[in-house]
Nanobody
Framework: QVQVVESGGGLVQAGGSLRLSCAASGDIFSINAMGWHRQAPGKQRALVAAITAGGSTNYADSVKGRFTISKDNAKNTVTLQMNSLKPEDTAVYYC??????????????WGKGTLVTVSS
């Protein structure tokens, strides 16, 4: 199977920066895309940023210009650099990998999440 593990969350003041990292491991044949979602209290989980194996990126409007997603295909890792953080960025951030095990179809695998708290 596939394991996805996030790291790098924590407490930061508004205007500060944090860097989240995520690694996918296990019986991975290939990864189509990796990304970050977040879920704030009382809200649904929503896409923050995603990146394909080919390097195409997609960002939520609320983070464009502040967050940058990058990847290392060889290591099956993805990083989210978050700058100019705002209190509304406070959420649990989840990493996901759209991965294929053997000849099975691609499906999303999720990490357990890492908490980001931005104080005003």
């Amino acid at each position: 199977q596939v394991q996805v593990v996030e790291s790098g969350g924590g407490l930061v003041q508004a205007g500060g920066s944090l860097r989240l990292s995520c690694a996918a491991s296990g019986d991975i044949f290939s990864i189509n895309a990796m990304g970050w979602h977040r879920q704030a209290p009382g809200k649904q989980r929503a896409l923050v940023a995603a990146i394909t194996a080919g390097g195409s990126t997609n960002y939520a409007d609320s983070v464009k210009g502040r967050f940058t997603i990058s990847k290392d295909n060889a290591k099956n890792t993805v990083t989210l650099q978050m700058n100019s953080l705002k209190p509304e960025d406070t959420a649990v951030y989840y990493c996901n990998a759209d991965a294929r095990v053997g000849f099975s179809p691609y499906k999303p695998y999720w990490g357990k999440g890492t908490l980001v708290t931005v104080s005003s």
